[in-house]
Structures are given as structure tokens and as C-alpha cells.
């Protein structure tokens, strides 16, 4: 059985830096698109970066070159390494693998199939 569990989120000032952590357990083939999503206090799930089966990535358009997502297929490990972080950069952060479109969208949508984890809590102060 897949299991998804993110690592990593904690408290920290505007302006520093988190690297988040997401661990598969269980087969995963190489097939899986895989992505980071956050939920800020009070408002909906959004797309903070996908990256596909061929490794090709897509960020949320308040990313604006902060963060980066990778993996490192040896580890089972995705990771979300964010930088020049700020207030509004709070919330749950999830990660999600999945089959078929990459589209940063497609986790978002009613009827989405996939795997996801429970979430690790960032929280920026200003």
C-alpha cells in the first residue's frame, strides 16, 4: 500500500527559508506525477508546484521563483525547498502523486484520484 508523509514545516520569520520533505512508502511506479499544495487558514486548497513523470515542473503563480520543487527517486523523497519566505506562505502543506495530466489543476478538481498525505504545518511571522 502507498503512503504519502510530509516533514519538515515549522514556525519561522519572513524572510527564511523551510525545506519540506514528502517520503513514499509502498511502490510508487514511475508513471506517478507528484505535487506540493497548501492550504492557508480559512481558504481553499491551492497548486504550490508539480513536477511530472519526466520530470518537468510547474509553479503556482505566487511562487514567483522561491520555491523549488525535486525528487530524488533513490529516497522515495519529494521535496519543496522554499525560500524568502512570507506571512502569507502559512498554512498545511500536502503532498499528492497521481496518474494521467500533470496540469497543476488536476489535484484540485472534484473526483480526483490519488494519493495523498497528511500534511505538514508552515507558519511565517512577520
Known amino acids: 500500500q502507498v503512503r504519502l508523509q510530509e516533514s519538515g514545516g515549522e514556525s519561522v520569520q519572513a524572510g527564511g527559508s523551510l525545506r519540506l520533505s514528502c517520503t513514499v512508502s509502498?511502490?510508487?511506479?514511475?508513471?506517478?506525477?507528484m505535487g506540493w499544495y497548501r492550504q492557508p487558514p480559512g481558504k481553499q486548497l491551492e497548486g504550490v508546484a508539480v513536477?511530472?513523470?519526466?520530470?518537468?515542473?510547474t509553479y503556482g503563480d505566487f511562487v514567483k521563483g522561491r520555491f523549488t520543487i525535486s525528487k530524488d527517486s533513490s529516497k522515495n523523497t519529494l521535496y519543496l525547498q522554499m525560500n524568502s519566505l512570507k506571512p502569507e506562505d502559512s498554512g498545511v502543506y500536502l503532498c499528492?502523486?497521481?496518474?494521467?495530466?500533470?496540469?497543476?489543476?488536476?489535484?484540485?478538481?472534484?473526483?480526483?484520484?490519488?494519493?495523498w498525505g497528511q500534511g505538514t504545518q508552515v507558519a511565517v511571522s512577520s
Open positions: 513536477i511530472d513523470n519526466d520530470g518537468l515542473t
Open positions: 509502498g511502490h510508487l511506479h514511475r508513471g506517478y506525477n
Open positions: 499528492d502523486a497521481w496518474i494521467g495530466s500533470a496540469h497543476i489543476r488536476v489535484p484540485l478538481l472534484p473526483g480526483h484520484i490519488g494519493y
